[in-house]
């Protein structure tokens, strides 16, 4: 007998996870046939990250990534997924002004099918994220490392070592979940400061790199295959874990990944800062 239609994932069911502590499975994605095979594998978030510029496109950073790249790419996955909740990147500059920022989540949204735009920010981007989520567009903030600002930064670094930092961070997840963020994304910053944003956040907290108390996790696809290249990247990353090493097949890889984020055995202690 066919298994009933899954019920999509919303925000509210997001949130329910989080408050009854079932860990929240995310990956990226960038078409169709990877679509399909996430959402069959129980892949709760699906992200058109502008992760793309690396391992699609073949660049060193995100920089070139374009809105048009980000509605192209959802456009090959949004009708393919029953259940996962899925989300786009808003590019390098896209959100730069308000009115930027609302033509490319408009654009995200309504050609691309995403169901929230994840945007990288701190305090500075609060008039932003208020300004989409009074118009209806649920906003991801992205803290920690910030791969759009490779450029003013020089290299990719964990953030928030320092207590003033930790601090400094701590009040922007305060600052951007009150002007109406429902989701936070947390990139490589010390386990105990993923811990703490999100003890003290009211909306789910997604890590990559940042530890093993976040709400959920977050991968780039080719690299949890292991076919990242990494002439793009330069060295990998310590959060990355290769899923192909139990078998040759791609939705076992898949699945296995979600399985350790369900039941907390990724991270282990070596993926995280
Ligand atoms: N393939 C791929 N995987 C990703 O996770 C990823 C992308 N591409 N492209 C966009 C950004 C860039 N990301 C990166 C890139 C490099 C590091 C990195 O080298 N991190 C060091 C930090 C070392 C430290 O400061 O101690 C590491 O060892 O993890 C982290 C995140 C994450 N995102
Ligand atoms: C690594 C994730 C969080 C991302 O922003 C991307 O894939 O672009
Ligand atoms: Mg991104």
């Given amino acids: 007998m066919e298994s009933a239609a899954p019920k999509p994932v919303q925000i509210a069911e997001l949130r329910r996870m989080r408050e009854a502590g079932e860990k929240i499975a995310c990956l990226t994605c960038y078409d169709?046939?990877?679509?399909?095979?996430?959402?069959r594998a129980g892949?709760?978030?699906?992200?058109?990250?502008?992760?793309?510029?690396?391992?699609?496109h073949g660049g060193n950073t995100t920089t070139p990534v374009s809105v048009a790249d980000i509605v192209y790419h959802s456009k090959c996955?949004?009708?393919?997924?029953?259940?996962?909740?899925?989300?786009?990147?808003?590019?390098?500059?896209?959100?730069a002004t308000l009115e930027r920022a609302l033509d490319a989540s408009q654009r995200a949204m309504q050609e691309g099918g995403a169901k929230m735009?994840?945007?990288?920010?701190?305090?500075?981007?609060?008039s932003i994220v208020e300004y989409l989520a009074v118009r209806g567009v649920p906003v991801c903030a992205h803290l920690g490392l910030r791969p759009q600002f490779v450029h003013k930064m020089g290299a990719m670094k964990v953030q928030g070592r320092d207590e003033a930092a930790?601090?400094?961070?701590?009040?922007?997840?305060?600052?951007?979940?009150?002007?109406?963020a429902d989701m936070l994304l947390l990139e490589c910053v010390p386990s105990e400061l993923g811990k703490r944003i999100t003890q003290?956040?009211?909306?789910?907290?997604?890590?990559?790199?940042?530890?093993?108390?976040?709400?959920?996790?977050?991968?780039?696809?080719h690299d949890i295959l292991n076919i990242s290249p990494m002439v793009t990247i330069g060295r990998k990353p310590r959060f990355v874990k290769n899923y192909?090493?139990?078998g040759a097949d791609i939705e076992a890889a898949i699945r296995a990944y979600v399985q350790?984020?369900?039941?907390?055995?990724?991270?282990?202690?070596?993926?995280?800062?």
């Fill in 200 to 221: 003290e956040s009211r909306v789910p907290v997604i890590g990559i790199g940042a530890g093993h108390d976040v709400d959920g996790q977050i991968l780039v696809l």
């Fill in 166 to 180: 930790a601090e400094e961070m701590l009040q922007d997840a305060r600052m951007l979940v009150d002007a109406g």
């Fill in 117 to 126: 735009v994840k945007l990288e920010g701190g305090r500075e981007q609060t």
């Fill in 244 to 246: 192909m090493t139990g």
């Fill in 77 to 95: 996955v949004a009708p393919f997924l029953k259940r996962a909740f899925l989300i786009a990147d808003l590019p390098f500059l896209s959100y």
């Fill in 32 to 39: 169709a046939s990877f679509a399909l095979v996430e959402d």
């Fill in 260 to 273: 350790e984020v369900k039941s907390g055995a990724y991270p282990a202690p070596e993926h995280c800062f």
């Fill in 43 to 56: 892949v709760d978030v699906v992200l058109i990250g502008d992760s793309m510029g690396m391992v699609i």
